[in-house]
């Protein structure tokens, strides 16, 4: 469980966070939605020690982030997963070098059993004959799956996505959904996942956190956000024409 | 005030490369690659420029004696002393800041405009010491390019000297060893390491530090290319100052 407390960030006179409480749960897809500009990426990088915010804690199962020395922040980056936007594969690297990587950084596992974990988690994201490729040579879906593998062959204890569908069509993007939930729920994980497409808040909302200006403008999961009458979430969520059409329909009682 | 931001930046970033040290087994691998990429890969374009280079000397340094009192070895002696002190340290060097500099800045622009160096550090990796260490390592071998620059421009200047039917074999050779001062060899290392050490770093620093997308990835190359040649040149300048003057 991650506990975020009142957190406050400034860049110059700009306050892009402005006070945010919020609780990311164990074994639950947590999403973090909102506009572009709403504070969701700072909020982020706060969480992941990038950012230092002005005022408040963010507490990792009840371990307060500001108290860490510098040896136990590492120590908690090694507890990490973090999906990027863009995969951030190294290029240079081969599927299975690349998923292997965060072990051989940090573990003293021998090569065969490294091997072997690293097969199993290519295995469990349906990558199986892709090891020996460059990311250059597989598709963005298939990118997206091996940055997944490498964020959980460490057994992480938290999982942070950005954008993990963003430039996927949508079945690629429902499947990268999916994947991420059933790793959630099989792992036991805090996974938190940026987003601002609302099929995935249908897929995978579990737990939703709605920011507007920096502000928590709302929470709850995916049955209550269709629910809402409040008009700051029914304005983003029902922004699109499909979503327009839905709503309309819910309105006229079909 | 932006210039001294960026030279205290570049300090902090090469105590960051000292820091936190990467596994030794993973650095062995990277230097090795790093070796092959920056040295072995710049074999090519270095022997043909020293060679053509060597003979054009020769040939200049010929075609201005027309004085009969000056003998022909002095040909060999010119092409010697501008290979050994200036050409190869100094002109490889510029040269090397395109080809290596160039690459050097834009391989990690571009992980950084993809995010892999944010991977590495979210990982808790020392990225500084993961991508840049290395490259230094390699670079401490960037010697023996020059030694090699070195002996194919002497070669070069033999072949265009003595082929091109400006200076006899052995005049030529006696040429070669007349006046020969040690020490200028050991200058020229002197200065060949500390540029070895600003091609590595230079560029290196406007990569890691980039902002933006791939078009700040060119723009940050072209103006790793120039500061990196204005910091050889200023340090060419303060090195032989200092030990030659």
Known sequence: MIEIKNIHKKFGEEEVLKGIDFVFETGKTNLIIGESGSGKSVLLKCMLGLFTPEEGTIEYDGRAYSNFSEEEKRELRKEIGMLFQGGALFDSMTVEENVMFPMRMFTKTRKRNLIKRVHEVLERVNLKGSENKFPGEISGGMQKRVAIARAIVNKPKYLFCDEPNSGLDPNTATVIDNLIMELTKEYNITTIVITHDMNSVMEIGENIAFLKDGVLAWKGDKTQIFKTDDKTVTDFVYSSNLFKKVRKAQLQGH | ?245
Do not use: C
């Not at chain 2, 290395?134 to 082929?163: C, E, H, Q, R």
């Not at chain 2, 006696?174 to 200065?191: C, M, P, R, T, W």
């Not at chain 2, 620093?205 to 980039?210: E, N």
């Open chain 2, 1 to 245: 005030m932006s210039y001294l931001n960026s030279i205290g930046e570049y300090f902090l970033m090469i105590k960051g490369i000292f820091g936190r040290m990467t596994k030794g087994i993973i650095l062995k691998s990277l230097i090795f690659k790093e070796i092959d990429v920056l040295i072995i890969g710049s074999l090519g374009i270095v022997s043909f420029i020293s060679f053509f280079i060597g003979g054009v000397v020769a040939i200049q340094t010929a075609l201005n004696l027309n004085n009969p009192l000056i003998p022909k070895t002095l040909i060999a002696f010119a092409a010697r002393q501008s290979i050994i002190l200036e050409f190869a340290p100094t002109f490889i060097s510029i040269i090397m800041a395109g080809k290596v500099g160039s690459f050097i800045t834009s391989s990690l622009g571009s992980m950084r405009v993809t995010e892999q160096i944010d991977a590495l550090e979210i990982m808790g990796v020392n990225s500084l010491n993961y991508l840049i260490f290395p490259k230094i390592i390699a670079m401490l071998t960037y010697p023996f390019v020059i030694a090699i620059s070195m002996f194919l421009g002497i070669l070069g200047a033999y072949a265009a000297g003595v082929w091109g039917g400006f200076v006899g074999s052995d005049a030529f050779i006696e040429g070669l060893q007349s006046d020969f001062e040690g020490f200028h060899l050991v200058y020229a290392f002197i200065k060949t390491f500390l540029f070895a050490m600003i091609l590595a770093t230079i560029p290196a620093y406007h990569g890691y530090y980039m902002k933006g997308g791939a078009l700040e990835v060119g723009k940050a190359s072209t103006t790793a290319f120039v500061w990196t040649s204005v910091v050889l040149i200023i340090t060419n300048y303060v090195v032989t100052q200092l030990l030659l003057s």
